[in-house]
């Protein structure tokens, strides 16, 4: 068996296979780029290895510097996780000529099935109906294409380097801005061109190979619901799918995998349309990052039987398939703000176990704009379909997670939809139903509300006894406490308390009664409430608002942030200070920087007029393509970036002419 493992990965994918080879006795061996020097995945390792590079090409991508790492600390194997260089066949090729061991498929493998390209031309060779696939660069395009079409990249995967196109004008730049971000991601710009299939669901079929001609698939999962190419939501096993469909997807699979002896994981991806037409996207030639439902439904460890694989074990005696399983991904994304990638500290991130967490991140960690916005995976498994959406539904709704905003309000409206309680979902879901990416309509309702009163009161308390009171309080039953909280969004909520006693409270929301022209005050329409503090025991609050009992969890402080969370909504809020200094800065209405990144292009110059929709800059930020255009038609009077700044959110790119 191995007996050193070196990761080269981060965040959760290096977490989750840390935790496996720990439970067989290997050592860990992680790798940090400077930025994640206190990221949670070295913290899960028993050794760390620096990387002293300035960005990817420097740490995760540099293929010599990962194996000098590995070979600084006596490893004798490597496993590349997903992403980065896991589908890198000459990354590979080093580990094992440097006479380490290589966790995953032999280098040739990884060509022959992990180039899109070769594994179309290869499913050709065996029969299997592929779909057309035009190799093409940005200044070699062909003029008989058919839109819509899809921009790929031929390696990698994940989403990274694809691109729809509707308009024959927007082609060049698709091409170049798919080949820049797929260099980026996976070390390789070549792209081609895939007709596209609307009205589609991607399911795909796991496989597992011992090098010597076994294979052996281990199910399907359907992965439909997407957002930018890239999966949201995974379940296993596809739902509503005609077995012979079913049948047809495993054995074209186990198909592609025999021809070339494939060994270890792997998974084949499939577009299957309403009428059972099966369209072969893709092999990825490594863990995908929803494995976690297929082991939910077998029973079995995928990282586990890669490194017995990779040992010179051989495969499963039996496999056996048990329910259904439901993953959710939870990014550091805003789907109401185009899932624009946040950045910040994480202040809160619990989620009661009675699911499956594989987690890069925790409570004080950092989400940066160098790498994937991934945070968590949350997986759920029952004895049917209903079940599992239903334990994922709940441990999703009262998860904390603070600090920044999340796709976690969305991901719980996709499982409620009833388009996906049916199971025939397809790509274009999103498209069809944008309803579940708007925010909240009531962001912090009422019981929450109360709840972040009680914690403000009772951690005043434990500080001071008499901290709670501002000047020229009185004590008297009539005076209540006033207090104003901002949720996540930058909503205002004021709240007036009047306690009665240690647990009973009368609880008035809404703006304050504030005196007219004429010194009167105005009429005071304020919502009130009755609360009784029934219970506060660790992290769970039981309040009575109105006569109605309602259980809260609860995490953060008042001042930093507090998250309140129960089965109907979570909320973040932020006890507002009395005073606020505002620190002067130079206004712009000109175009600003979305969110921290990297000038990659900029498209104007002084003196160019601009319409509403021109693209003015491109920021790469979390290994994707940011485009920022004009809002309005506008002269640039002033260009503030180049390409290679980086930038800040909220940093002005370009100034107009209006803009004073």
């Not at 329910?323 to 009661?352: K, M």
């Amino acid at each position: 068996m191995i007996r050193r493992l070196l990761i080269a990965n981060r965040g959760e994918i290096a977490c989750r296979i840390a935790a496996t080879a720990r439970r067989l006795g290997i050592d860990t061996v992680g790798v940090y780029a400077p930025p994640d020097e206190d990221a949670l995945h070295v913290r899960h390792v028993d050794l760390a290895v620096p990387l002293e590079g300035e960005d990817l090409a420097t740490t995760y991508l540099d293929a010599a510097a990962l194996v000098a790492a590995a070979r600084r600390v006596g490893a004798d194997a490597v496993h590349p996780g997903y992403g980065f260089l896991a589908e890198d066949p000459r990354f590979a090729r080093a580990v094992i000529e440097a006479g380490l061991r290589w966790v995953g498929p032999t280098p040739d493998q990884m060509e022959r099935l992990g180039d899109k390209l070769a594994v179309k031309a290869l499913a050709a060779e065996l029969g299997v109906d592929v779909g057309a696939a035009i190799p093409v660069a940005a200044d070699d395009l062909p003029e008989d294409v058919s839109f819509p079409v899809l921009v790929k990249a031929a390696a990698g995967g994940g989403g990274r380097g694809m691109r729809l196109v509707t308009d024959p004008a927007d082609l060049p730049a698709a091409v170049a801005a798919a080949s820049r971000e797929a260099a980026v991601a996976f070390g390789d710009g070549r792209v081609f061109l895939e007709p596209y299939l609307a009205e589609a669901r991607h399911v795909e079929v796991q496989i597992l190979g011992d090098g010597r001609g076994g294979v052996v698939h281990l199910g399907d999962r359907d992965c439909s619901i997407q957002r930018r190419n890239q999966k949201l939501v995974e379940e296993a096993p596809a739902p509503a799918l005609p077995d012979d469909v079913r049948e047809r997807l495993h054995a074209t699979a186990v198909l592609l995998a025999r021809e070339v002896g494939y060994e270890s994981a792997g998974t084949v991806e499939f577009l299957v349309d309403a009428d059972g037409r099966i369209d072969l996207l893709e092999v990825n030639t490594r863990l995908q990052v929803e494995h976690p439902v297929t082991e939910a439904i077998t029973g079995l460890d995928l990282v586990e039987l890669q490194l017995r694989v990779a040992a010179g074990e051989g495969l499963p005696e039996e496999i056996r398939f048990d329910g259904h399983a439901v993953e959710a991904r939870l990014v550091a994304e805003d789907p109401a703000a185009d899932w624009r990638p946040q950045v910040g500290t994480i202040t809160v991130f619990d989620v009661e176990p009675t699911v499956r967490v594989d987690a890069g991140v925790a409570a004080g960690g950092a989400v940066r704009p160098d790498y994937d916005s991934l945070l968590a995976k949350v997986i759920a498994h029952g004895p049917d379909r209903a079940t599992a959406i239903g334990t994922l539904r709940r441990a999703l709704r009262t998860a904390l997670v603070g600090g920044i905003q999340t796709n976690l309000d969305a991901l719980v409206r996709i499982l409620d939809h009833p388009a996906f309680r049916t199971g025939a979902v397809t790509t274009r879901f999103l498209a069809a139903h944008p309803e579940v990416l708007e925010p909240v309509a009531d962001p912090a309702p009422v019981p929450h509300l109360a709840a972040a009163a009680v914690l403000r009161r009772d951690e005043d308390r434990r500080a001071d006894p008499w901290s709670f009171a501002p000047t020229g309080w009185r004590n008297l039953p009539t005076v209540g406490q006033r207090s104003t909280w901002e949720d996540g969004r930058g909503g205002l909520h004021h709240l007036e308390e009047a306690w009665h006693g240690d647990d009973e409270f009368d609880l008035a929301v809404g703006p304050w009664p504030e005196p007219g022209p004429d010194g009167e005050l105005a009429e005071d329409a304020r919502a009130r409430h009755r609360v009784r503090v029934v219970d506060l025991d660790g992290a769970t609050l039981r309040l009575d608002v109105d006569g109605l009992r309602h259980r809260l969890r609860f995490g953060g402080d008042p001042a930093g942030g507090v998250v309140v969370a129960s089965v109907d909504a979570a909320v973040e809020l932020r006890l507002r200070p009395r005073l606020v200094s505002h620190e002067p800065h130079e206004a712009s209405s000109g175009p600003i920087a979305p969110l921290p990144g990297t000038v990659l292009e900029v498209a104007v110059r002084v003196g160019d007029e601009v319409e509403a929709g021109d693209l003015l800059v491109t920021i790469e930020a979390m290994k994707m393509e940011h485009r920022v255009v004009a809002d309005r038609p506008a002269a640039v009077v002033e260009v503030l970036v180049a390409p290679g700044d980086r930038v800040d959110v909220g940093e002005p790119l370009v100034r107009f002419a209006d803009d004073g």
